[in-house]
């Protein structure tokens, strides 16, 4: 690796040359690819573009939130995950309690589907202002300010970023889950690991797998980190079971239960289970039904298992040298997370906004070469490539659908090569955490 050398060049032209060649080639070069091929338009990511500058949601995540509050007040001692809703109810109830809030405040439906578009729109942009944030804290450790080109590249980036702008859209939980993720990485980078610690349980009282940040907390021996996990994650079970009573929250663990055995396999399933059932054309594909579950096959499930254990006890056990325990390593569980699951849906994946955002401004920034692993994996992950779609009826070919599971495999290795290849005597470990 390259000599690095504190306020060196910092090649901002060049991120923000890669930002507009991306969405060019993903909105503009796909769509004329496939007229000259006469496919017909694959689609595009404007409607959801026109969905957020509009402040318009659909209810993916509200409306079984909302339905399941209607269900307990209406019948306080019947098991709420039992209740007949339109589409199930999959977060635990700790998530419930900012919607409870709203009810006591007196806010109708309508208002409270008003405020939590507004405020999702608000995380969209906070996801972009964390990660400007960070990357003025990384280059201003290294003797260099963020320039305007760096700042516009990153927004951009962000409104670019087709998972993240699919989560706004479909009215998902998963819009605050990326914000609390690149604040999460920017508290970990500035060194105050506690407060990091507790916005990984606010984390996990929406998406349970981001339990696997508590354990890599105990196995990278932060204590501190661990311990506000622990405390924030017992306040949050505490208000819950308050609320709606132990019974329905230890009703959760049955609904992990069946997740774990049951998902989807529509290409919007970017995960290895997923990837499975498309190539051996189990299950629905293009078409996607929201109570359709793909056939159980005992070998796929297996197979995303052993993946699952394969992706996250890597991250746990390698060698990471001078970054273990660091940011990098931190991004690096985050991935193994999501895409562990075996329903990862492509809107999960707007974590990688503050992890690509961390890996430029504080590695790749400074190269004199271009980091094209890095670009690759970025590009696949922000962008939204229907073209793809038309493999799907070709046997091994649509492998290819999955391009956003292979683009954050691909990102989690560029860390953890990171890790391996680092110039040590280039830096100092602080500019790391």
Same mark, same amino acid.
């Given at each position: 690796?390259?000599?690095?050398?504190?306020?060196?060049?910092?090649?901002?032209?060049?991120?923000?040359?890669?930002?507009?060649?991306?969405?060019?080639?993903?909105?503009?070069?796909?769509?004329?690819?496939?007229?000259?091929?006469?496919?017909?338009?694959?689609?595009?990511?404007?409607?959801?573009?026109?969905?957020?500058?509009?402040?318009?949601?659909?209810?993916?995540?509200?409306?079984?939130?909302?339905?399941?509050?209607?269900?307990?007040?209406?019948?306080?001692?019947?098991?709420?995950?039992?209740?007949?809703?339109?589409?199930?109810?999959?977060?635990?109830?700790?998530?419930?309690?900012?919607?409870?809030?709203?009810?006591?405040?007196?806010?109708?439906?309508?208002?409270?589907?008003?405020?939590?578009?507004?405020?999702?729109?608000?995380?969209?942009?906070?996801?972009?202002?964390?990660?400007?944030?960070?990357?003025?804290?990384?280059?201003?450790?290294?003797?260099?300010?963020?320039?305007?080109?760096?700042?516009?590249?990153?927004?951009?980036?962000?409104?670019?970023?087709?998972?993240?702008?699919?989560?706004?859209?479909?009215?998902?939980?998963?819009?605050?889950?990326?914000?609390?993720?690149?604040?999460?990485?920017?508290?970990?980078?500035?060194?105050?690991?506690?407060?990091?610690?507790?916005?990984?349980?606010?984390?996990?009282?929406?998406?349970?797998?981001?339990?696997?940040?508590?354990?890599?907390?105990?196995?990278?021996?932060?204590?501190?980190?661990?311990?506000?996990?622990?405390?924030?994650? !017992? *306040? $949050? =079970?505490?208000? /819950?079971?308050? #609320?709606?009573? &132990?019974?329905?929250?230890?009703?959760?663990?049955?609904? %992990? @239960?069946?997740?774990?055995?049951?998902?989807?396999?529509?290409?919007?399933?970017?995960?290895?289970?997923?990837?499975?059932?498309?190539?051996?054309?189990?299950?629905?594909?293009?078409?996607?039904?929201?109570?359709?579950?793909?056939?159980?096959?005992?070998?796929?499930?297996?197979?995303?298992?052993?993946? !699952? *254990? $394969? =992706?996250?006890? /890597?991250?746990? #056990?390698?060698? &990471?040298?001078?970054?273990?325990?660091?940011?990098?390593? %931190? @991004?690096?569980?985050?991935?193994?997370?999501?895409?562990?699951?075996?329903?990862?849906?492509?809107?999960?994946?707007?974590?990688?906004?503050?992890?690509?955002?961390?890996?430029?401004?504080?590695?790749?920034?400074?190269?004199?070469?271009?980091?094209?692993?890095?670009?690759?994996?970025?590009?696949?992950?922000?962008?939204? =490539?229907?073209?793809?779609?038309?493999?799907?009826?070709?046997?091994?070919?649509?492998?290819?659908?999955?391009? %956003?599971?292979?683009?954050?495999?691909?990102?989690?290795?560029?860390?953890?090569?990171?890790?391996?290849?680092?110039?040590?005597?280039?830096?100092?470990?602080?500019?790391?955490?």
């Amino acid at each position: 690796m390259e000599e690095q050398r504190p306020g060196g060049r910092t090649h901002d032209r060049r991120l923000l040359g890669f930002v507009l060649v991306s969405l060019l080639l993903a909105n503009v070069g796909q769509w004329a690819l496939c007229r000259v091929l006469h496919l017909g338009n694959p689609g595009n990511m404007i409607p959801d573009l026109k969905a957020f500058f509009h402040l318009r949601q659909w209810t993916d995540s509200w409306l079984p939130m909302m339905k399941s509050l209607d269900y307990f007040q209406a019948y306080p001692a019947q098991p709420i995950y039992d209740a007949k809703l339109y589409d199930t109810l999959i977060y635990s109830l700790a998530s419930e309690l900012p919607l409870v809030a709203m009810r006591r405040l007196g806010l109708s439906d309508a208002a409270m589907l008003r405020t939590l578009a507004v405020l999702s729109f608000a995380a969209v942009w906070g996801v972009a202002a964390v990660s400007i944030a960070m990357g003025r804290w990384l280059l201003r450790r290294r003797g260099a300010e963020m320039s305007w080109t760096a700042a516009l590249a990153v927004v951009l980036a962000t409104l670019g970023c087709y998972p993240l702008l699919k989560g706004y859209s479909l009215g998902n939980a998963q819009t605050f889950l990326s914000f609390g993720f690149t604040l999460l990485l920017l508290l970990w980078t500035t060194g105050r690991e506690r407060w990091a610690g507790a916005v990984a349980a606010l984390l996990s009282a929406v998406k349970p797998q981001f339990v696997l940040l508590l354990v890599w907390m105990l196995v990278r021996r932060r204590w501190g980190a661990a311990a506000a996990f622990a405390a924030c994650g !017992s *306040l $949050l =079970l505490a208000a /819950s079971a308050a #609320v709606f009573g &132990w019974h329905n929250n230890l009703d959760y663990l049955g609904v %992990l @239960a069946g997740l774990s055995h049951k998902a989807q396999s529509h290409y919007a399933n970017q995960s290895m289970f997923g990837t499975i059932n498309r190539m051996i054309f189990n299950g629905e594909n293009l078409q996607y039904h929201p109570y359709v579950y793909t056939p159980y096959i005992p070998w796929v499930y297996r197979v995303t298992v052993a993946t !699952s *254990l $394969l =992706l996250v006890g /890597s991250v746990l #056990v390698y060698p &990471w040298r001078r970054l273990r325990g660091t940011t990098a390593d %931190l @991004a690096a569980m985050g991935i193994a997370s999501v895409a562990a699951s075996p329903m990862a849906w492509e809107h999960h994946y707007g974590i990688v906004v503050g992890i690509a955002a961390w890996a430029w401004f504080a590695q790749a920034c400074w190269w004199e070469r271009r980091p094209w692993v890095l670009a690759v994996a970025v590009f696949l992950c922000l962008n939204f =490539l229907p073209a793809f779609n038309y493999l799907a009826d070709l046997p091994g070919w649509n492998v290819l659908q999955s391009y %956003l599971y292979f683009g954050a495999l691909m990102l989690m290795g560029w860390l953890m090569w990171l890790g391996r290849e680092m110039d040590e005597t280039a830096m100092g470990t602080a500019v790391w955490k």
